[in-house]
């Protein structure tokens, strides 16, 4: 059997039939595991740090390790110990612990432990039905509450599409949905056979895992509808053991949950769930505008994307939304609301996204728009633009934006020049633009944190500058930042009210 990558392990169970496996063998790891089919859930490069998810046990980390193209792996999952040289070692030379080994384990072990861990909760299939229109056709478990699941699998306008595929939020969980529109000689259908197949977990930083195999199922179903064997061995092999209340945490991570290691302010990544130059695209798409969504995403406000199907490019959108506020100093941000992605919304979404103090989102329902108490921020195309009277100003951009955003262009144009002189597969565009707003935001609460600790806690010019802000330019933005992340005792010097 050919071995499979490990960068982007994807569950297929019909490609390692039980009857190729040696009797009385258990499937070995690599064995269960397959490479992304296509170019859209091919591996790309992520941003360094720390991922997780929030589940039975606890909120947990996962770090993810550097392949030599730069790109990022999942920690192994072999549970096989070995020596120094990597050969496997037998039950009589396993290595025995001492007292001082035989401790609690270490943060680092208990991440990997974690991650080893599979937490689907639910595995389902939608169709369109053209007299009933969406409809859940099948799903395990059976006493799932999965209402309203259709519209999300389905996002309205797919009918326009070939195949997509699409995060979203249901209740507590994140669900991950492929979909596909095959051409059928059918009147009752009308020409066309539309599915989904889905599954939810509490996190969506490993839904990526499943694409693939996903991807493959709805052909199935499309193809030969009522096949769910495979859905159920899916579940049954990957179903996750919740806590008998059955409550998922959607919440990025507890400021308190594993100390200072993880931060409440740094973004779960989703690893290699993005094509390769997901945030490059991202920024180039926007362009300059990408230092006003910095700003509002680092304000915490709300954040409505529309777009037209297909659904999965703007779903990364969501995401390279969220890293742009990523803070990794420890303490800072514990209090402001969590900046969380909701992916794909619809209007059965609208009385949830009523309670939300701070999200990110995206949608192909142009109704939203005229929705505008349930949102702060609309983006239509390139367009960014806000009915808040309040947020108006933040949307121009200041001298230091547009010097921030040359600076960027300019290290990527470095990245570009080294990659095809010098060879260099290490570095990627991923780790540099996360990185830029990373230090930023660093910069800037670190400026506060020194202002504020001391004898004259009073922002001046100087210190604004000294955050890579434009002390007239981007004062009412300082004035918010202020606000928000309760730096009530700063005193806002006058020369900063000066135009």
């Known amino acids: ?61 996962s770090r993810s390790a550097s392949n030599g193209d730069g790109c990022s792996a999942p920690p192994a999952t072999s549970s096989t110990p070995t020596t120094s040289s990597g050969e496997a070692l037998h039950p009589d030379h396993e290595h025995q612990p001492s007292d001082s080994e035989s401790r609690e384990p270490s943060l680092e072990d208990r991440m990997v432990k974690w991650e080893e861990k599979d937490q689907i909760v639910s595995v389902f299939v939608v ?75 509490p996190s969506y930083t490993l839904l990526y895992r499943y ?21 159920e061995a899916f579940y049954e092999d990957k179903r996750a ?28 990544e989703m690893k290699i769930t993005h094509p390769a130059g997901c945030m490059s695209q991202f920024i180039r798409f926007f362009g300059e505008q990408i230092m006003v969504l910095w700003k509002l995403a680092l304000l915490r406000r709300r954040i409505l994307i529309f777009c037209p199907p297909p659904v999965g490019v703007v779903c990364y959108r969501v995401y390279c939304c969220c890293c742009l506020a990523n803070i990794s100093i420890p303490g800072i941000g514990v209090a402001v609301p969590e900046f969380r992605p909701f992916f794909y919304v619809n209007v059965a979404d609208i009385s949830a996204l009523e309670n939300e103090l ?31 009277d309040g947020l108006k100003s933040l949307l121009r951009l200041s001298n230091a934006d547009k010097e921030k955003y040359r600076k960027l262009t300019e290290q990527r144009q470095m990245l570009l020049y080294s990659q095809e002189e010098n060879g260099d597969c290490v570095s990627s565009e991923e780790d540099l633009f996360i990185l830029f707003f990373l230090e930023q935001n660093n910069r800037i609460f670190q400026t506060l944190g020194e202002v504020a600790g001391s004898p004259d806690p009073t922002l001046t010019q100087e210190s604004v500058r000294a955050m890579g802000l434009d002390p007239h330019g981007d004062r009412l933005f300082l004035l918010h930042l202020l606000e928000i992340y309760g730096y009530d005792t700063l005193l806002v010097s006058e020369q900063l009210c000066c135009s």
Request: net charge neutral; charged share 20%.
């Open 1 to 61: 059997m050919v071995e499979r990558s490990d960068r982007a392990p994807l569950l297929d169970w019909e490609e390692v039939p039980s009857a190729e496996r040696p009797a009385g063998a258990a499937p070995r790891a690599k064995e269960r595991l397959a490479s992304p089919s296509n170019g859209r859930a091919s591996p790309g490069c992520s941003a360094p740090g720390l991922g997780w998810s929030s589940a039975p046990g606890g909120p947990t980390a």
């Open 127 to 201: 169709t369109f039905n053209t007299r009933s229109g969406n409809m859940l056709e099948w799903c395990l478990p059976k006493d799932m509450d999965l209402e309203g699941v259709e519209f999300k699998a389905i996002a309205s306008g797919s009918h326009r599409v070939t195949t997509d595929f699409i995060y979203f939020r249901k209740g507590s969980y994140f669900g991950l949905a492929c979909f596909a529109n095959m051409a059928v000689e059918s009147a009752v259908e009308r020409g066309a056979r539309m599915k989904s197949v889905g599954i939810l977990s």
């Open 211 to 231: 694409m693939s195999f996903l991807e493959h199922q709805v052909r199935l179903q499309l193809q030969s509808p009522g096949h769910y064997s495979p859905l």
């Open 241 to 268: 053991l919740l806590p008998p209340s059955g409550d998922g945490v959607v919440t990025a991570c507890p400021a308190n949950a594993w100390g200072a290691a993880i931060n409440h302010c740094m973004h779960p």
């Open 358 to 388: 701070s999200y990110v989102a995206c949608t192909t329902e142009k109704i939203f728009e005229e929705k505008k108490d349930l949102y702060d921020v609309y983006v239509d195309n390139q367009n960014v633009k806000t009915y808040r």
